[in-house]
């Protein structure tokens, strides 16, 4: 579907999620890890996946899961025979490793406390064992010179890597919906409302988006910024996390389907939510790029922008541009994140924050129909 038809898409078949914008982040400490996701919205959750299932089992013993995507398999990182043996006959891979989640979580936590210049991002790549630290061209050499320097001290156990571009949130002016004020982001999943939760419902749909699209704007509009008015900002989390959420209005005639636009005149209806996990096939719906397609590529991920740092993200090689922050990522039915930020690159390195931490935060699940 060209950008031109998404105007008669919304005013046709109602506000089909599509990716959104992003704007300025600013700096703010590391985040808590998100809590499990309420038995509000459970039941509209995707089934626990087996390499999950074990790693959370057991324990000390496994050092995180990820997806072949070669072969299908969960691989189970294990430190012990025994878990090996467990993982097995699980009917998983186990790949025995050196290092715990532990000691590349205390890793990862060391950087977050130092922080890092903007352009730079670091997160966990279970399939090495290690930390990723990216550092994207748009450094300056000291800066990037420092900061490999500081993790030179634990070996393998860092891994650089160079990335073209500068890592940046994906704001600018356009189409999709609009920032009454302000420039354009674009949907991400239509949700409603569930009880008891920070958010009573309010008797209308919600749409989410990026949290630094939806942080300093009061109101939206559909397809333009002379579009129908959609609702006030409902909620939003940023810096630090990044999502919000939009709440429709009473007087709002643009209807919300439980659909993703799949930029090829068709969409996809979206009926749970998932977790990202490393090498997890995910789709990108986004009102710069289109439809775009890739895999998670590291998870646990800190992003530091030009505004500031945002924490608890994945990373993808999804493409995305200017114009795609706020869009879902999802993997056939399945929800699985909203756009933040990328090197606006193709194929490159963007950033999404994952959706049950938004759907948990404002207490919100899929639509039955």
């Not at 860092?158 to 949907?187: K, N, W």
């Not at 239509?190 to 008797?203: C, F, L, M």
């Not at 939206?220 to 940023?238: D, E």
Request: aromatic fraction near 8%.
């Amino acid at each position: 579907m060209s950008k031109r038809s998404v105007g008669r898409l919304f005013a046709t078949a109602g506000l089909v999620a599509a990716t959104a914008v992003a704007a300025p982040l600013t700096h703010a400490a590391p985040q808590p890890a998100a809590a499990a996701a309420p038995a509000a919205f459970g039941e509209r959750a995707e089934n626990t996946p087996l390499g999950e299932r074990l790693d959370r089992e057991l324990g000390a013993a496994a050092a995180g899961f990820w997806l072949d995507d070669r072969t299908g398999e969960f691989v189970v990182n294990v430190l012990t025979d025994a878990a090996a043996t467990a993982v097995g006959q699980a009917g998983a891979r186990p790949q025995r490793v050196t290092r715990s989640s532990e000691s590349l979580l205390a890793i990862k936590r060391a950087l977050d406390k130092r922080g890092g210049p903007p352009g730079t991002a670091w997160g966990i790549d279970d399939s090495t064992n290690q930390v990723v630290l990216i550092v994207s061209e748009g450094v300056p050499g000291a800066a990037a010179t420092a900061l490999t320097s500081a993790v030179a001290a634990h070996g393998n156990a860092v891994r650089v890597e160079h990335a073209p571009g500068m890592f940046q949130t994906d704001l600018q002016g356009g189409e999709a919906i609009f920032q009454i004020g302000g420039g354009r982001c674009s949907a991400g999943f239509n949700v409603v409302p569930g009880w008891p939760g920070p958010y009573p419902p309010s008797g209308g749909n919600h749409t989410l988006t990026a949290g630094h699209c939806a942080v300093s704007f009061p109101g939206w509009r559909v397809g333009s910024s002379t579009g129908p008015y959609l609702g006030p900002t409902h909620g939003a989390s940023f810096p630090g996390n990044d999502y919000g959420i939009i709440r429709k209005d009473s007087t709002s005639t643009v209807p919300l389907p439980r659909t993703i636009n799949l930029y090829n005149g068709s969409s996809q209806v979206i009926s749970n939510s998932g977790d990202p996990y490393l090498n997890r096939s995910v789709c990108k719906s986004g009102s710069t790029t289109g439809r775009t397609c890739g895999r998670i590529t590291a998870t646990n991920v800190t992003a530091n922008y030009s505004q500031g740092a945002v924490y608890g993200l994945a990373r993808s090689n999804a493409c995305a541009n200017a114009g795609d922050s706020g869009g879902g990522y999802f993997e056939g039915t399945t929800a699985v994140g909203l756009h933040s930020g990328s090197n606006r690159q193709c194929p490159g390195y963007t950033f999404l924050q994952p959706v049950r931490e938004a759907m948990q935060a404002f207490n919100m699940f899929f639509p039955a129909s």
